[in-house]
Nanobody
């Protein structure tokens, strides 16, 4: 069974940078695979931040475009999220997720329902 373990969460000042990692282990299903980062704050829905498809196509939430980069190293089974110019609204618990693209287009939509494997999360705090 596939497992995901996140790391890298920390407390940073607004304007700072942070890099998160997610190590994948276990059996990886075949197909139109998607990996993504989601964020959740208390009292709010878990929201998608960025995703990456098998062919490398990336999708970003509008709120993070230009400040965040999702990438992966398949040789290390690791997913990354590099964040710059952090804002207080970027704070939250960040979750790594794995799923399947819902259509032949292979696009990895930032919707929870397409992701079935989740990590335990890593906390990001941004102080102003």
């Amino acid at each position: 069974q596939e497992q995901l373990v996140e790391s890298g969460g920390a407390s940073v000042q607004a304007g700072g940078s942070l890099s998160l990692s997610c190590i994948k282990s276990g059996v990886t299903p075949t197909g139109r695979r998607c990996m993504a980062w989601f964020r959740q704050v208390p009292g709010k829905q878990r929201e998608g931040v960025a995703s990456i498809a098998t062919d490398g196509r990336t999708t970003y939430a509008n709120s993070v475009k230009g400040r965040v980069t999702i990438s992966r190293d398949s040789t290390k089974d690791t997913l990354y999220l590099q964040m710059t110019n952090l804002k207080p609204d970027d704070a939250g618990m960040y979750y790594c997720a794995a799923g399947i693209a819902p259509s032949d287009s292979g696009i990895c939509y930032l919707e929870r329902r397409f992701f079935g494997v989740w990590g335990q999360g890593t906390q990001v705090t941004v102080s102003s």
